[in-house]
């Protein structure tokens, strides 16, 4: 698109991939157009507010030709004329899609939008289906107003309008008001004056306006700085939660805007990651573990029935999630073969959350072993394909849910069930939804498998393999799916 003169975004789905897309066209113009080289740049979340001004306004100047963006160049920024966009993958919502192609051709300008697909299984699933892909309504924003984190920044900017009374304002915000409250009162953003009454809370918070801290962005406050050793220079900011998950821990290799950097050192305490520029060949990517922890029924749905009918059996509780990082791989760039397995010590990160999940009975196992069919393996690969068509009913992407999977090589104890948990801390509401959606999930998932071309009982990243795992390879087992299904 660039040697032909016509300015275009590359919508990426992750951080990750819009460096490296920015990597390999960088390369490819050095030697075809060396002149366009430096007409392309990333345009994503964590970059300083002030780097992705001077993109924007170069952008809509044209004097970039080409960005690799995330979702964070979707809406709300003029960028001026765009030629073409490039949708790299699925981006988790046919609204999304239709926004993003949106981008190219205004002023009445013709357009073009190219829809890439990988070999992920719900990019494959379109591919076979496009109906389903282009004939779809757009989705509803789902929007969980009782997260807690969500209710006190709602609160601390109510508060600076109107005081607060619990007695009153508990009809508008919700039975989480009173905790809210409490945990703003220690933070030292509301108070109260005696004088007047003891009942109405104000906000006495640092901020002049508390609207101005909020992220639109993201709901976490606690964050990792990546910074340039020699020149303390502030590279980027992520959030505390998939920090370790991208690039904060020693040895791992960080891209920013083509350029490459080695992690150098970690502060624990100030939590800032120290990194340098090397000239590498290969990126990383972390080895870990997830546990998920159902604590409790007291965000459990009642069973939702139809003509008198148990319609699932799913539940949506109270969950804690907890990750540990054990090591990382050292990744070939150009033919992304593992080089290398290095362990590494971080501390584990826990948060609550919400899960949906449904019990496999003892019944399904009994008759796998019978057959000498991989259970373990099978609820795996069966959770996979359970995911990945979420997207198809519920506007979501691959960092907003996450499946409960377990390792088919390893000993550890596991509970026998099919389980989905919300990626945010606090929960977004997501696992609710899936709770009442699960039996079409899991017909939608039985078709993503059924209609695969794949051979082998050891499933193929065209039907059962998601981004979210951390495990390279898993087996499915495609009889145990049927029987859960057919349950």
């Not at 999630?321 to 010590?345: A, C, E, M, P």
């Not at 509401?429 to 050891?458: K, P, Y």
């Amino acid at each position: 698109m660039v040697q032909h003169g016509l300015r275009c975004i590359a919508f990426c789905k992750t951080r990750k991939l819009c460096e490296l897309v920015l990597s390999y066209t960088r390369e490819l113009l050095q030697a075809t157009a060396k002149d366009l080289a430096n007409s392309i740049y990333v345009y994503r979340a964590g970059y300083s507010p002030q780097e992705r001004r001077r993109i924007e306004i170069d952008l809509f100047e044209g004097k970039i030709l080409g960005v690799a963006a995330t979702n964070a160049l979707e809406l709300g920024i003029d960028i001026g004329h765009i030629d073409a966009t490039l949708h790299l993958g699925f981006p988790g919502s046919v609204a999304s899609l239709w926004q993003q192609a949106g981008r190219s051709g205004r002023r009445a300008r013709p357009s073009l939008a190219v829809y890439v697909a990988f070999e992920g299984p719900l990019d494959q699933y379109f591919m076979k289906f496009p109906q389903k892909l282009f004939g779809s309504p757009i989705e509803h924003c789902q929007v969980d107003a009782n997260n807690q984190k969500v209710l006190e920044q709602h609160i601390a900017c109510a508060a600076s309008e109107l005081p607060l009374c619990l007695q009153y304002d508990e009809n508008y915000f919700g039975s989480g008001l009173d905790c809210a409250i409490v945990a703003l009162r220690n933070k030292g953003y509301l108070g109260t004056d005696p004088c007047v009454s003891p009942k109405l809370w104000n906000y006495i918070g640092p901020e002049k306006s508390p609207s101005h801290a909020v992220s639109i962005r993201a709901v976490e406050t606690d964050k990792y700085k990546v910074v340039e050793k020699i020149s303390n220079e502030v590279l980027e900011e992520i959030d505390e939660s998939t920090a370790f998950f991208q690039v904060v821990y020693e040895g791992a290799v960080y891209m920013n805007q083509g350029n490459t950097y080695l992690v150098k050192d970690l502060d624990l305490s100030a939590k800032v990651g120290f990194c340098q520029k090397a000239d590498l060949n290969y990126y990383t990517k972390t080895r870990d573990y997830t546990d998920i922890h159902v604590s409790g029924g007291d965000l459990a749905y009642p069973l939702v029935k139809e003509s008198g009918y148990v319609k699932t059996t799913a539940q949506t509780n109270a969950c804690k999630v907890t990750t540990k990082w054990f090591g990382f791989y050292r990744i070939s760039r150009t033919s992304n073969q593992i080089l290398d397995t290095v362990d590494l010590n971080l501390p584990t990160f826990s948060y609550e959350s919400q899960a949906a999940w449904l019990r496999v009975p003892q019944s399904i196992k009994t008759i796998l072993e019978a057959e000498n069919l991989p259970f373990r393996s099978g609820l795996h690969a069966a959770s996979h394909a359970l995911l990945n068509v979420v997207p198809l009913f519920i506007m979501c992407n691959a960092t907003d849910l996450a499946t409960e999977c377990v390792n088919p090589h390893e000993t550890r104890a596991f509970a026998e069930r099919i389980l989905l948990y919300d990626r945010h801390p606090g929960g977004i509401g997501i696992a609710a939804q899936v709770q009442l959606l699960f039996r079409e999930l899991l017909t939608a998932a039985l078709e993503l498998i059924s209609t695969c071309g794949c051979s082998s009982t050891s499933g193929c990243p065209n039907c059962i393999q998601t981004i979210c795992c951390r495990c390279f390879r898993v087996a499915s087992t495609m009889k145990l799916y049927t029987r859960m299904l057919r349950f």
